[in-house]
T-cell receptor, first 116, second 112 residues
Framework: GAGVSQSPRYKVTKRGQDVALRCDPISGHVSLYWYRQALGQGPEFLTYFNYEAQQDKSGLPNDRFSAERPEGSISTLTIQRTEQRDSAMYRC??????????????FGPGTRLTVT | KQEVTQIPAALSVPEGENLVLNCSFTDSAIYNLQWFRQDPGKGLTSLLLIQSSQREQTSGRLNASLDKSSGRSTLYIAASQPGDSATYLCAVIETSGSRLTFGEGTQLTVNP
């Protein structure tokens, strides 16, 4: 079956512009996670949802970052007034059930964001 | 705060060699540990997941062990092949939540 998909795969934007990154999880997966990965480092947690409810947003770096999942499926991560330090790979993952993650998280291909 | 460390940061071996990648974590209150493979331009591929009650998991030429009390995991790759060349990431989920905390990865190169 289809895996986690993300769009766009690559995004180049000018400093100060807003960007919206989309994640389409595996069908039927309840939990959805956003991570950010800088070059040469492991991914860092940003936020996650169970169904449409945002459960933990403690990893969002500042109030320019927000995420939503209004119908409990597709999620959008929005970055307002982008800065060069926001350049990174943004990764989305999903897992089948909520709660303490006994089950695996499945990752999408990521969106490479470059802010010029 | 949980910290995950992977050693070595990079490893280059000849084809056919058996090798071990190391992962350590500071807080032993974990729910599970996952090993991932990362290829350039692609997503993270889950290789093995070990729940905290387990000691090891095996898949093909891969074997992962977990010693929760000492905060360590190893990924053993037998008879390495050039196609194994990738970055290998270790990540833990703590009992307090669902987020994965990742190490920085080991970049493996297997030379033909």
């Amino acid at each position: 079956g289809a895996g986690v998909s993300q769009s766009p795969r690559y995004k180049v934007t000018k400093r100060g512009q807003d960007v919206a990154l989309r994640c389409d999880p595996i069908s039927g997966h309840v939990s959805l996670y956003w991570y950010r990965q800088a070059l040469g480092q492991g991914p860092e947690f940003l936020t996650y949802f169970n169904y449409e409810a945002q459960q933990d947003k403690s990893g969002l770096p500042n109030d320019r970052f927000s995420a939503e999942r209004p119908e409990g499926s597709i999620s959008t991560l929005t970055i307002q007034r982008t800065e060069q330090r926001d350049s990174a790979m943004y990764r989305c993952a999903s897992s089948l059930v909520p709660g303490q993650g006994a089950l695996e998280q499945y990752f999408g291909p990521g969106t490479r964001l470059t802010v010029t | 705060k949980q910290e995950v460390t992977q050693i070595p940061a990079a490893l280059s071996v000849p084809e056919g060699e058996n090798l071990v990648l190391n992962c350590s974590f500071t807080d032993s209150a974990i729910y599970n540990l996952q090993w991932f493979r990362q290829d350039p331009g692609k997503g993270l591929t889950s290789l093995l997941l070990i729940q905290s009650s387990q000691r090891e998991q095996t898949s093909g030429r891969l074997n992962a062990s977990l010693d929760k009390s000492s905060g360590r995991s190893t990924l053993y790759i037998a008879a390495s092949q050039p196609g194994d060349s990738a970055t290998y990431l270790c990540a833990v989920i703590e009992t307090s939540g669902s987020r994965l905390t990742f190490g920085e990865g080991t970049q493996l190169t297997v030379n033909p």
